[in-house]
């Protein structure tokens, strides 16, 4: 069983990046997908979450309206889509989800100018 995450870089305030998450190793589209970030000295606090079939989504008030989670079950793929990136969002950002609550590794989002 794997989750890896993908697209976490250095960008500038205002800016975007796309994360994913490829699943392996589970019914992917049997499962709702989260994503979490955790930034340093701080607890890991969920961001977005997905239903099975996409059709639900749910997002903590600091980042709606900005941040759009997605998927694709034809790929055992989650995405994040963050917008109007500020640098209170830099943290790493994890993908969680799948039979036993898995936990991919993290990657690095810092937003700075």
């Known amino acids: 069983v794997q989750l890896v995450e993908s697209g976490g870089g250095l960008v500038q305030p205002g800016g975007s990046l796309r994360l994913s998450c490829a699943a392996s190793?589970?019914?992917?589209?049997?499962?709702?997908m989260r994503w979490y970030r955790q930034a340093p000295g701080k607890e890991r606090d969920l961001v977005a979450a997905i239903s099975r079939d996409g059709g639900s989504t749910n997002y903590v008030d600091s980042v709606k309206g900005r941040f759009t989670i997605s998927r694709d079950n034809a790929k055992n793929t989650v995405y994040l889509q963050m917008n109007s990136l500020k640098p209170e969002d830099t943290a790493v950002y994890l993908c969680?989800?799948?039979?036993?609550?898995?936990w991919g590794q993290g990657t690095q989002v810092t937003v700075s100018s």
């Open positions: 969680n989800g799948g039979p036993y609550d898995y």
């Open positions: 190793g589970f019914r992917f589209s049997r499962y709702d």
